[in-house]
């Protein structure tokens, strides 16, 4: 199985996130992926490539242009050891009217969690170019393949950043193989994927079905309810299961089951999964108390839906843990042999 992967994010590493009104460690690391990669590195089924690079033209369709170009701007004018935050994170159209990037960015802030770098933008492109990769492959009729990257991008809305995503790397995927039939988007990861939701809100031709904790207790705060199920055409094509804080397997487990009916009646050709691994109980901004062998029957579930599947990765910031999770999923997808892979971390 290939798998798709931006080496140079392994010199992006935003140091701090700036929070509920302070500065804390950014917990979006290069040794996420290191432990993915170490992981990886054991078994022969895992071939890694890289993906082609992406044209910023290529992303119209999932983002504003505006937002790109005020993002490209911005990260270009910013010292080489500056990380910005917007002072004005609110969607006042006034902003748009400034000359200056660091203003007009703050219109497409969601929060001031994600700092951003002066290589932040070729650093989301080249995550999305992994994205992109991964949907060519299974266009070309992969039956399975694995978009490895940093950032993530479930958090990013047409026209908005936060949560530590940049460009929506799922939502491009998804938004590409549309055109080969039906999509599901499912999302496991422990923060509900706003970004996701806002792209397809109106779309019947992608399918987004999320379980996740619940907006009551957990970031984005401000979407992932159950009654939010899409509108026009896409009306009953958002499938929200938010989930209480301490949700272990058992609890999981008919949660997923629920999703994946919604997913078989839909009749999808494809199926993206926004793998986020920040279900864990050891994950540090995490309230789940999923253990990694509960991924194996995860993936297990998954693979019973018969399709082809593009696996993205999202979150997740237990960094020990993550490599295990990652070949108890792909375990459980039937990539690797049961009992094959050392789970535990
Ligand atoms: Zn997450």
Redesign the pocket.
């Known amino acids: 199985m290939k798998v798709y992967y931006n080496a140079p994010e392994q010199g992006y590493a935003p140091q701090t996130s700036f929070f509920q009104g302070r500065f804390t460690p950014c917990p979006e690391v290069p040794a996420r992926t290191r432990s993915i990669l170490a992981a990886l590195g054991a078994h022969a089924e895992f071939e890694l490539a890289a993906p082609p690079p992406l044209e910023a033209a290529h992303l119209a369709g999932v983002h504003d242009a505006g937002y790109i170009e005020t993002l490209r701007a911005l990260c270009g004018r910013l010292k080489p050891d500056e990380a910005f935050y917007p002072f004005n994170a609110q969607p006042l159209p006034l902003l748009l009217r400034s000359p200056y990037a660091r203003v007009r960015m703050g219109y497409y802030a969601l929060d001031t969690s994600t700092p951003l770098l002066p290589q932040s933008y070729d650093m989301a492109l080249s995550a999305a170019a992994v994205a992109a990769a991964g949907a060519e492959a299974m266009l070309a009729g992969a039956p399975l393949a694995y978009c490895l990257l940093r950032p ?1 991008g ?2 990013a809305g047409r026209r908005s950043y936060g ?1 530590y995503c940049i460009l929506n790397n799922a939502a491009l995927a998804a938004q590409r193989l549309a055109g080969a039939g039906r999509v599901a988007i499912l999302d496991v ?3 509900h994927g706003n970004g996701t939701q806002d792209i397809f809100y109106e779309s019947d031709a992608v399918l987004y079905v999320s379980l ?1 904790c619940r907006p009551e207790e957990a ?1 984005p705060y401000i979407a992932g309810a159950e009654e939010e199920s899409g509108t026009g055409r896409g009306a009953g094509y958002n499938l929200n299961l938010p989930l209480p804080g301490g949700t272990d397997w058992a609890a999981y487990a008919p949660a997923l089951e629920r999703a994946l009916e919604r997913i078989a009646r839909a009749r999808p050709a494809l199926l993206v999964l926004s793998a ?1 691994f ?1 279900t864990l109980a050891d994950d540090p ?2 309230s789940f108390a999923l253990r990694v062998p509960d991924f194996e029957p995860m993936g297990r579930m998954i693979a019973a839906l018969g399709l082809p599947t593009l696996v993205v990765q ?4 237990h960094v020990p843990s993550l490599g295990p999770a990652v070949l108890a999923l792909f375990t459980g997808l039937g990539l690797l042999p049961a009992g094959g892979a050392r789970l535990h971390a």
Request: no cysteine.
């Open positions: 993530p479930h958090h949560g990861d422990y923060h996740h970031y986020g920040d901004i995490g999202e979150g997740g910031y």
